[in-house]
Antibody, heavy 118, light 108 residues
Framework: EVQLVESGGGLVQPGRSLRLSCTGSGFTFGGSAITWFRQAPGKGLEWVGF??????????QYAASVQGRFTISRDDSKSIAHLQMSSLKTEDTAVYYCSRGSGWCDYWGHGTLVTVSS | EIVLTQSPGTLSLSPGERATLSCRASQSVSSSYLAWYQQKPGQAPRLLIYEASTRATGIPDRFSGGGSGTDFTLTVSRLEPEDFAVYYCQHYGSSTRAFGQGTKVEIK
């Protein structure tokens, strides 16, 4: 069974950093792109960025709203991807999801809540 | 930047009825890069349709997608109780991805 599990969310003050993790199982993690999305409370879905598989050069792309502040990485030996978030703003408050794929995404984690507040 | 506009914002229907959801792009997009997702409260989105008209694994055939250019449609032929949810369209381009604002399908 394909599973993706996010972790690392929590309450953080504006300007601080936080790292989210996404652990995959039940599929060839190293052969899959991983995409991060977020959803602010009561709002719609927003693409954050993705990291391609190493076989496709490990391409990384970010949404303009997080470019320069967020960094996506992966460790295929551990079937884990990370979303390093820095210089956090209150508007980054959201549930963060990781998913499999780079375009359409067929499996999603349950999400982890990040609250940016003083 | 491609903007996706979904309509209507809310669709009030009864079980057994047909639901037709619209997604309009601000410029022509390839059908290969259009997907639809369903999201229920407190749950992650679920992929329904990709490449505009291909059902994802395990998706019932009452769900169908179509369209091209700037106008795309998701149709649920006969609504089941579990189909009442929010639906999002998504475009996946070469350097960005965009979602529509969502259509809520609620029980009338």
């Amino acid at each position: 069974e394909v599973q993706l599990v996010e972790s690392g969310g929590g309450l953080v003050q504006p300007g601080r950093s936080l790292r989210l993790s996404c652990t995959g199982s039940g599929f060839t993690f190293g052969g899959s792109a991983i995409t991060w999305f977020r959803q602010a409370p009561g709002k719609g879905l927003e693409w954050v960025g993705f990291i391609g598989s190493e076989a496709y050069g490990g391409t990384i792309q970010y949404a303009a709203s997080v470019q320069g502040r967020f960094t996506i990485s992966r460790d295929d030996s551990k079937s884990i991807a990370h979303l390093q978030m820095s210089s956090l703003k209150t508007e980054d408050t959201a549930v963060y999801y990781c998913s499999r794929g780079s375009g359409w995404c067929d499996y999603w984690g349950h999400g982890t809540l990040v609250t940016v507040s003083s | 930047e491609i903007v996706l506009t979904q309509s209507p914002g809310t669709l009030s229907l009864s079980p057994g009825e047909r639901a037709t959801l619209s997604c309009r792009a601000s410029q022509s997009v390839s059908s290969s890069y259009l997907a639809w997702y369903q999201q229920k409260p407190g749950q992650a989105p679920r992929l329904l349709i990709y490449e505009a008209s291909t059902r994802a694994t395990g998706i019932p055939d009452r769900f169908s997608g179509g369209g091209s250019g700037t106008d795309f449609t998701l149709t649920v032929s006969r609504l089941e109780p579990e189909d009442f949810a929010v639906y999002y369209c998504q475009h996946y381009g070469s350097s960005t991805r965009a979602f529509g604002q969502g259509t809520k399908v609620e029980i009338k």
